[in-house]
T-cell receptor, first 115, second 112 residues
């Protein structure tokens, strides 16, 4: 399968614990995005990388959230001291820089439940 | 906010009928894209329409864009039960075209 993959697919954790999610983009894609999606809503942009550089972060990304893409390939999203409000689907997408008409390809998501 | 808003929020039709969903947005865009999401899964890209295009077709999909009204519509013709999913429009701003803003989606149910 050459699509975007995410791991784990589901995560249940207790409030206050740290969690880390991984995203493996399509191999030749240089851009990688993280979104958060709550029930009944569309995805909300969190952050994106061009190669290994994190170029933009949403105000939704509090200081408890950190994302990395150390070698410009896979990316991790860590949430520290999780809160119940962090419960959501975390989606990763990747794209190839094609000027103004890029299409983002999404992974299956990681569903987080904070108890 | 530039977030798109889809209308209706939910749509239920019989197999074989056409389904139309609409998207409105607030600011100038570079392009608009439609995505489908099956329950609990990731999003699948359907079609992209540029800001200088008015209509685009792909198989059973027809998308229109009216930049003067800041709105788009997605028509699915001859719907099938497998089309049951949520449909989202995503707008790419002129000044930040790789940062997508998604609407809250239209939940389509196609009854066999």
């Amino acid at each position: 399968d050459t699509g975007v993959s995410q791991d784990p697919r589901h995560k249940i954790t207790k409030r206050g614990q740290n969690v880390t999610f991984r995203c493996d983009p399509i191999s030749e894609h240089n851009r990688l995005y993280w979104y958060r999606q709550t029930l009944g809503q569309g995805p909300e942009f969190l952050t994106y990388f061009q190669n290994e550089a994190q170029l933009e972060k949403s105000r939704l990304l509090s200081d408890r959230f950190s994302a990395e893409r150390p070698k410009g390939s896979f990316s991790t999203l860590e949430i520290q001291r999780t809160e119940q409000g962090d419960s959501a689907m975390y989606l990763c997408a990747s794209s190839l820089d094609e000027g103004t008409e890029e299409t983002q390809y999404f992974g299956p998501g990681t569903r987080l439940l904070v108890l | 906010s530039q977030q798109g808003e889809e209308d209706p929020q939910a749509l239920s039709i019989q197999e074989g009928e056409n389904a139309t969903m609409n998207c409105s947005y607030k600011t100038s865009i570079n392009n608009l894209q439609w995505y489908r999401q099956n329950s609990g899964r990731g999003l699948v890209h359907l079609i992209l329409i540029r800001s200088n295009e008015r209509e685009k077709h792909s198989g059973r999909l027809r998308v229109t864009l009216d930049t003067s009204k800041k709105s788009s519509s997605l028509l699915i013709t001859a719907s099938r039960a497998a089309d049951t999913a949520s449909y989202f429009c995503a707008t790419a701003a002129i000044y930040n075209f790789n940062k997508f803003y998604f609407g809250s989606g239209t939940k389509l149910n196609v009854k066999p």
